[in-house]
């Protein structure tokens, strides 16, 4: 877990859930191969989350849409996207039973790759609750971005 001073300058959150405001916040940054416009298509490719991020059992649409349901480790989340502009900036709050997951992206060009930055501020309705959770929430965003990154490293774009 990383400390909320961390969080990237150029990272918009929203009101009142900012990473000091959280109980759990995560930051980490990669440069992967390809321009900003297929590392975001890659990540708003909903239709394909269920094979490649881990835990994701199923999501409610086949196209990346401003509201839409994902069944993630076991829980039911509904997710609202707070910022979507191509291809540089992605954000979403994630509503589960007892968790508030924010999720944000910053990218930018880096070179021939893309400099991605991806931050998450969880919040818990019980503090209670979240600390039972904290393990568990690290170890799934960290393999969230692990999963992420490989599939941002690995896939490569189609042939011209």
Excluded: N
């Amino acid at each position: 877990m990383h400390v909320p001073a961390e969080s990237h300058p150029d990272i918009h959150w929203p009101s009142g859930f900012s990473p000091a405001e959280a109980h759990g916040f995560h930051h980490v940054q990669a440069v992967v191969p390809g321009p900003p416009e297929r590392v975001f298509r890659l990540l708003t490719d909903v239709a394909g989350w269920t094979g490649w991020i881990p835990g994701c059992e199923a999501v409610s649409t086949p196209t990346f849409t401003r509201t839409f349901e994902v069944l993630w480790s076991g829980h039911r989340f509904e997710v609202y996207v707070g910022e979507h502009v191509p291809p540089r900036r992605l954000g979403w709050m994630s509503v589960g039973t007892g968790v508030r997951l924010y999720q944000t992206y910053l990218l930018t060009e880096a070179g021939d790759g893309t400099e991605i930055v991806a931050e998450s501020a969880v919040r818990a309705s019980l503090p209670k609750t979240f600390d039972t959770l904290s393990p568990a929430w690290v170890e799934r965003l960290d393999d969230l971005w692990h999963a992420q990154l490989t599939r941002l490293t690995d896939e490569r774009p189609p042939s011209a």
